[in-house]
């Protein structure tokens, strides 16, 4: 990891979108997230192969996905970004590295990619690989590695392909082009919070979720919250009337939105520990912290209603612990 390499381009003026993106993400999370117990891991799994992860493996390999899905990027960008950080740190953001490299990407600030600050954020990073990555004509049409090095000028560039396979699988999921292939076993154990709920009618861990999403997805149809709290529309003892829920609408239903909302989905369970996740529920499967290691089939309740939206086809439902 680290070991380097010629120059690499310059750094252009970091996009809007990542601004955004940098205030959020950094609002909850530690610049340097650190590893949590062996027990606590992150598996996906697509045409049979299997990717273990650490809780923080997954929380990077997820907004590096997330980044990629909001610029419209193809899922083979995301492939090449995360084969490249699988080399380049282990998906671990790095305070360290050969001479001046840092981070996710082991970035050289003397190489222009930007400060030793900006190197080591996650979101800044991403984008600008994605900046770089952009620039390389016909990308889409390389293989893996070579579109790598590329961007990264490595002493090494064979050894981009040693991480090929295990980064397909998981930008296949975190795009959300596999449904249901990522999950994550976590304690979903966080302690008491704050019940008091804001001026949007959601309690402190609850709109941070809510913050993170659109920070890293852009803007999104949002609802199951309102100023001063939520009394009906829900069945009873739902998260949504004690403000810890949010719900992220794709509609119509479509594979477009499907593919959409799996991605949010997916990366959300990434980030249930960072984020205090309680459960997720998209496309009639479910997940539950501290229950689930895998997605499971979703129960809708037995009432009068569309059964695209009791099953939760056309949206994202989160809740946060309490």
């Known amino acids: 990891m680290g070991r380097r390499r010629g120059a690499a381009p310059a750094l252009l003026a970091l996009l809007a979108v990542g601004v955004v993106a940098v205030v959020a993400y950094v609002a909850t999370s530690s610049q340097r997230l650190p590893f949590l117990p062996a027990s606590q891991r992150c598996t996906a799994t697509v045409d049979g192969r299997t990717v273990d992860l650490s809780v923080e493996q997954a929380q990077n390999a997820a907004l590096i996905s997330?980044?990629?899905?909001?610029?419209?990027?193809?899922?083979?960008?995301?492939?090449?970004?995360?084969?490249?950080?699988?080399?380049?740190?282990?998906?671990?953001?790095?305070?360290?590295?050969?001479?001046?490299?840092?981070?996710?990407?082991?970035?050289?600030?003397?190489?222009?990619?930007?400060t030793e600050e900006q190197v080591q954020d996650p979101v800044f990073a991403t984008n600008a690989f994605y900046d770089a990555l952009e620039r390389v004509d016909d990308y889409r049409g390389m293989e893996i590695t070579v579109a790598a090095q590329e961007v990264q000028r490595s002493a090494y560039p064979g050894a981009y392909a040693d991480h090929e396979a295990d980064a397909r699988v998981l930008a296949s999921a975190l795009t959300g082009n596999s449904p249901a292939a990522f999950a994550c076993d976590v304690d979903g154990d966080a302690g008491e919070a704050?019940?008091?709920?804001?001026?949007?009618?959601?309690?402190?861990?609850?709109?941070?979720?809510?913050?993170?999403?659109?920070?890293?997805?852009?803007?999104?149809?949002?609802?199951?919250?309102?100023?001063?709290?939520?009394?009906?529309?829900?069945v009873p003892g739902s998260a949504h009337y004690d403000g810890r829920a949010v719900d992220v609408f794709f509609r119509p239903v479509t594979e477009t939105s499907r593919t959409r909302g799996w991605a949010v989905a997916q990366y959300l369970v990434a980030q249930a520990d960072r984020l205090h996740v309680a459960t997720v529920i998209f496309d009639g499967r479910i997940w539950v912290a501290g229950k689930d290691d895998s997605w499971r089939d979703y129960d809708a309740p037995d009432r009068p209603g569309d059964r695209a939206v009791l099953e939760h086809r056309d949206h994202v439902h989160v809740d946060v612990l309490a």
């Open 194 to 234: 704050d019940p008091a709920l804001g001026e949007d009618g959601l309690t402190a861990r609850a709109d941070a979720v809510r913050r993170d999403v659109e920070a890293v997805f852009g803007p999104q149809a949002l609802g199951g919250f309102a100023p001063g709290g939520v009394r009906d529309g829900h």
């Open 66 to 114: 997330g980044i990629a899905v909001r610029r419209g990027l193809p899922a083979r960008a995301a492939s090449i970004a995360l084969a490249t950080a699988y080399q380049e740190s282990k998906l671990v953001n790095l305070g360290h590295g050969d001479r001046d490299s840092l981070g996710l990407f082991q970035q050289r600030p003397s190489q222009g990619w930007g």
